[in-house]
Structure formats: C-alpha cells, structure tokens
C-alpha cells in the first residue's frame, strides 16, 4: 500500500515522515520545484514534480485501487477534481482531502471523499472566545446607564475562590454570576456549581458594587 | 440579425422560457450568453471579475451576477433552483466541474453542460454525467472531416 500526497507546502513533509517511519512507501507529487528538491533531498520518498491534475503525472505513480491519496491543494475545487480523477482511473477508495468551504462538503461525501474540514476546526477552536465577547458585549449593551456593570473575571489557580461552589462562596448582594466560561462550554450556574482554576466568571452588579466584587472574587 | 433555425422555432412555438446559466464570461461564455439571449431564452451569466462583465455588448437582454459559482450563495442568487440548463465555460476543467456538479446534484439542474479543455478529462465529465464540449477535440474531428471531403472530391475527379 502506497501512500500518495499531492499538493501542499509544509504539512505533507511532516505527514511523509511519520508515513515512512510506520514503513510506508510515500509519494509526493507537487507542482513548486523548489519544495521538490529541497524534499528529494530531504525525504525517503519518491517525489514528483508536476500537476496532479495531469493524468500523465499521476499515471507515472502506478496508483493502485488499495493506495491512500491524501490531498493537500489550496482549492476544494482542485482537491475534488483529483479526488475524482484518482477514483475514476485507477479505482482508488481511500481519499482524504483537505476542505476549506465547509458547505462542500455534501458533494465530496456523496462520492465517498473524505474530508478534513480546516475551516471548521478553527472556528470550533476560536468560537468558545467568540461567545464569551458576545456574551459581554450583549450584557453591556443591555445594562449601559441602567445603573448595572458587566465585569469579567479569570480565576487563577491559587484563587481563593477556586473549587468553591457558589453557595459557599456567600457573595454579596447586587452581584450576581451570570455565567461561566469553561474551556469551550458557557454555562448557567447554580448553587451547587463548583468554580475551578481558569474559569472565566462574567458577573453582573449594581455599579455602587464593581469595587466590591473586584475585592470580593480577586483577594 | 440571422433568420431563426427550425429548432429555434419550435422552441418559440413552445412559448416556455428556458432558463439558462452561463459560468464565466470569457470569449466563449459571452458569446453563448449573447446568442441564447437573443434567441429568447432567459440567460444569466455568472462571473467572478467585474471587468470581464464590462465586455458584454449593450444590447445583451439577459442578466449578470458577479460571484464566485463555486460558492453555493453565489448559485442561489443566480437561481440555480430553477435552472433548466447550465453551462461551465471557464478555462478551468476543475472549476468548470466542480460546478457542474454542485448544479446537478445540489441544485438538481438536469442539462448541464460543460467546456472541457484537456482533452483527456472529456471521459470523467461524461461520466459524471456531464455533456462535454472540448474545443480540441471538435478542432481535430472538424480537420478530419475537411480532409476526407477534400480527398474525396479529388478522388472523385480522377474517375
């Protein structure tokens, strides 16, 4: 079983790697010719210089129906193209793709194309940070000169605060704990929710109060 | 402009509206818009590049959206939904196939036709289900038959 990698700049070097120490026989076919000889000289693997697009180029791997061909080009439309050039000629039935426009990904799934959805991956990284601002930003719009503040806190880890349920804590009147930040989840607490280190806590108080909580959650 | 061909007469005849989508606005692309339009049907193109929209004649009667039809929003727009047939004319196989197919198989379009430019993918594209238009290969048939005709007629004459 070959392992055919075509496109990309600098994952597919990594990917060879671990490839070739498992005792897989790598591919690398990619139209930069610079990336093509700096990997010839670097990699135990056959690298070609071309576009996998071409059949002629492809045709030169003898690909066989059993072979992984992972893809790596910047363009989904591309990637589907060779997925599809691949499926076709030499009847391969493990691809995998890099996806960037996740809506693509009803057509790669009806002809058995697998994807790795970069796009989404990020966002689902980045979206925990997103909802915490518009959480904020929200409460602030809704509280600006009505006499309330927003206040976020992180809890440290030698907090005093730290692994405390809220009923325990005893916190002040006018201040409430309108949500918890952890990791990738929002929650609603409750009495019996325990805070833990690197919590990040969004309060709401009367505004006479912000001093106290401040003292309150960072002493 | 030119008398009406028989096909274009029973269309007429028909008196339905095909609705065509044309990707791409280049030589080809505008070409076909112009005729199809002038002909009767509803014809929008789609394009990626405002300038190469500029290039359409005035007297062009159909529509013009600029968009990427590789993107589903820009498909929608153009109302993909009720297409009748859609033609890819970019210079670009995976782009013009790519697009074909999220017409035919997310849109539901049921005439897709597609430019091939290398010659050697007009076979995925037919077996994709997509009517292939290679320009070499209509080049080369078109040499073939003038050649044969011409050695016919000389033939002919020698008799």
């Known amino acids: 079983m070959k392992i055919v990698i075509i496109g990309g700049e600098r994952v597919p070097y990594f990917l060879a790697k671990k490839f070739i120490t498992k005792g897989y026989k790598v591919y690398f076919v990619n139209r930069d010719k610079e990336l093509c000889n700096e990997y010839s000289r670097t990699l135990n693997a056959v690298v070609i210089l071309g576009d996998g697009q071409s059949k002629q180029v492809l045709d030169q791997i003898e690909i066989e129906s059993e072979d992984i061909v992972v893809l790596l080009t910047e363009r ?11 499926q ?10 890099l996806l960037n426009n996740s ?10 194309i697998r994807t790795l959805k970069v796009t989404d991956l990020i966002m689902q990284n980045i979206e925990p940070l997103l909802f915490e601002n518009e959480v904020v930003e929200t409460l602030n719009d809704e509280s600006s000169n009505k006499g309330v ?18 009923q325990e804590l005893e916190i002040p009147d006018g201040i409430i704990i309108a949500g918890i930040v952890r990791k990738d989840r929002y929650l609603i607490p409750r009495g019996d929710t325990i805070i833990q280190p690197d919590d990040k806590l ?18 | 402009m030119s008398t009406d061909t028989a096909e274009v007469m029973k269309l007429k005849q028909i008196n339905y509206k095909f609705y065509v989508i044309i990707v791409g ?11 199809l339009s002038h002909i009767g049907f509803n014809v929008t193109i789609v394009e ?9 004649p005035e007297d062009y009667g159909g529509f013009a959206i600029i968009g990427d039809a590789a993107e589903r929003e820009t498909l929608k727009r153009a109302k993909a939904d009720k297409c009748d047939l859609l033609i890819a004319t970019t210079s670009d196989d995976p782009t013009n196939y790519f697009v074909s197919l999220i017409g035919a198989k997310i849109f539901g379009i049921t005439n897709v036709i597609s430019l091939v430019k290398n010659k050697e993918n ?29 050695v016919e007629s000389v033939a002919g004459d020698e008799k």
């Open chain 1, 202 to 219: 969004i309060l709401i108080c009367n505004q006479d109060k912000s001093e106290l909580a401040m003292e309150f959650f960072f002493s």
């Open chain 1, 103 to 112: 809506e693509n990904e009803d057509l790669f799934e009806r002809y058995g």
């Open chain 2, 122 to 150: 007009v076979a995925l594209f037919e077996k994709s289900g997509i009517r292939a238009i290679s320009p070499v290969n209509l080049a080369i048939e078109t040499f073939e038959r003038n050649i044969l005709e011409g």
């Open chain 1, 149 to 166: 503040t927003v206040l976020k806190i992180n809890v440290d880890w030698d907090s005093k605060i730290a692994k405390k349920t809220l």
């Open chain 1, 76 to 86: 989904d439309r591309k990637n589907f193209f060779i997925a599809r050039l691949v």
């Open chain 2, 25 to 35: 606005c280049g030589k080809i692309g505008l070409e076909v818009a112009m005729r």
């Open chain 2, 48 to 56: 990626k590049d405002p300038s190469a929209l500029s290039l359409l």
């Open chain 1, 88 to 97: 076709e000629y030499y009847n391969v039935r493990n691809v995998v793709t």
